[in-house]
Every structure is written in C-alpha cells, then in structure tokens.
C-alpha cells in the first residue's frame, strides 16, 4: 500500500511537471520569436523613409527643372548657307517657319554678281523649334559658310520689371482711393484734385510701358530669331545665261541707232526754229548799230576832207 501510495504520487509529479514544462515553452517561444519579428514590423518604417527620401530627392530634381524652365531665355542665330537657287532656297526656309509655327520677318532677293541672285530672309519660330529648325536650314545648303548663335538671359530684367509692375499697380489702387477721397470732400479744391490725377496719370504711364516691355521680352523668349543668308553657288551657275537672246540684242541695238538719229533730228528743228530766230533778233540790232557809226564816222571824214583848212584860207 505505502509503494502503490508512492507510485501514485510520482505519478502525480511527473504529470504535474510535465504540465509545468508545456507551460513554459510556449512562454519561451514567444519571447524567442519576438526579436524575430520586430524588424519585420520595423521594415514599413525603413521604406516609409527611404521612400520619403527619395520623394525629396525627386522633389529636388524637379524644383531645379521647374527653375531652369523659369529661366527667361532669348535665342538669335546667325547663318549663312551656299545654295544652288537662293529663290528657291528661300521658299524652303519660309516653309520651315511656318511648318514650325513661326513666320517670316523679313525677306530680300537681290543681284549678287552678274546674273547670279543672293537672298536674305529673317524668320522667327517659337523657342522649342529653335535647335530643329537651325538643324534643317542647315542642310538645305550644300554647305555653311558662316553661324553664330546667341543665348540672352533676361531672366533678372523679367523679375524686376514684374516687380515693378506690381508696386506701380499698388500705387494706382491707392491714388484712386485717394482721388475718391478727394473728390468727396466737401470743402475739395481743384488743386488738389487735379494734383492727385496728375499723379494718376504719371503711374498709369509708368504701368503702360513696363507693360510694354514685358510684352517685348515675352515676344522674344517665345520666338526665337533666326537670319539666313543665302549665297549662290558659282560652280552650279550656267556659263550661259538660258534667257540669251541675239536677236532681241541686234533689234534693242536698231532701236538706240533710231533714238539717237531722233534725238539729232529733234536737235537740228530746235535749232532752225527756236535758236536761228533768237540770234536774228539779237544779233540784227548790234548790226544795225554797227553800221550807223561806220556811216556816221564816213560822213564826217568826207565833210573833213571837203573843207579847207582855215590857215589856208587867210593867207
């Protein structure tokens, strides 16, 4: 009985032992698994930043390409081209403006050296097409002389004058409300009305042409200048001109050996009309005049030589 009493009390031990150890090892897990799963909680967060950091630097990237599309730029450029036909060549660079949403500013097709033309045309596209068109003028040549390229930034002066607009239309809003004072004034003198509207007036002028200048600028930014000079090439100019004509030149010859004997002819009438009659009428009184005297100096030779002297005549 005591060794069945004892068994059944290491039996009791045992299993309550056991209980005890099931007890504990989920506690042991746990306390295991947990700095396992700490990091795996913690990676959102480091993605969450990293994710963040790289937005900042996308933020950055994109501050600094809003910055230089900010930027107030004016392009001009300066190009000369040989080409075959400058007429021709010149229509293909007023296509080229107006294919890129530009215009032609200007345009001149003159004689160069005897028969060969050379042009110059000035056209204007928007800033994006600057570089594309610049491309294509140069390969309608057969090759370019002479380019230059100018980039101005106007960005400061833009800003300023933005500036400026904004403080002269603050003093405008002011001077009106001043002037509206003014005129409700009871006792309101005309001076003063007249002083305030004065000054009005100086700032709505001083607002007109910063206005005017800022139109000015944009209109550059947005397109951009481009002048082409387009010079014949000698090797491809006809030895003969195609439009020789012999005949008309023997013909245009007759014609000024005709023109020439009318012109002697004419001279000759003026001359027997106009220029005889003139001479006769100047020329008869000195004549006239010449012979009375001659006659007059006769007659007193002859009446000289019919007297006798008077010492003769005493003796």
Avoid: H
């Avoid at 910055?67 to 021709?88: H, L, S």
């Avoid at 057969?142 to 300023?160: G, M, Q």
């Avoid at 000079?229 to 030895?239: G, H, I, K, Y």
């Avoid at 010449?290 to 007297?307: C, E, F, K, M, N």
Wanted: net charge negative; hydrophobic share 45%.
């Amino acid at each position: 009985m005591r060794r069945a009493a004892i068994l059944a009390l290491l039996v009791v031990a045992l299993a309550v032992m056991a209980g005890c150890g099931n007890q504990a090892a989920p506690q042991y897990d746990a306390g295991v698994a947990m700095p396992q799963e700490a990091p795996v909680a913690a990676m959102p967060e480091m993605e969450r930043d990293v994710t963040g950091a790289g937005g900042a630097q996308q933020g950055g990237a994109g501050a600094q390409s809003a910055a230089v599309d900010a930027r107030k730029m004016i392009y001009t450029a300066d190009i000369g081209i040989q080409v075959k036909d400058p007429a021709t060549a010149m229509q293909q660079v007023e296509d080229l403006a107006v294919g890129a949403g530009g215009y032609t500013s200007q345009s001149q097709l003159y004689q160069y050296s005897g028969d060969l033309m050379r042009g110059m045309v000035v056209i204007r596209v928007p800033a994006e097409s600057y570089g594309d068109t610049l491309a294509r003028i140069r390969a309608l040549g057969s090759r370019v002389l002479n380019e230059s390229s100018n980039a101005s930034d106007v960005t400061a002066e833009y800003t300023d004058l933005e500036a400026q607009l904004r403080n002269l239309e603050a003093a405008e809003r002011e001077l009106q409300v001043m002037l509206t004072e003014v005129r409700e004034k009871p006792n309101a003198k005309p001076g003063d009305i007249l002083e305030v509207y004065n000054a009005l007036t100086q700032k709505r002028g001083e607002i007109e042409q910063v206005k005017g200048r800022l139109n000015y600028l944009a209109n550059q930014v947005g397109f951009s200048t481009i002048s082409v000079d387009l010079v014949p090439d000698r090797v491809t100019a006809p030895v003969v001109d195609e439009g020789w004509q012999p005949l008309v030149t023997i013909k245009n010859a007759f014609r000024a050996l005709i023109n020439i004997a009318q012109g002697l002819i004419d001279l000759l009438i003026n001359l027997v009309i106009v220029v005889l009659p003139v001479l006769l009428l100047v020329i008869l009184p000195i004549v006239l005049v010449i012979w009375l005297i001659r006659r007059w100096r006769r007659g007193r030779r002859s009446q000289a030589q019919a007297t006798p002297p008077a010492a003769e005549s005493d003796s």
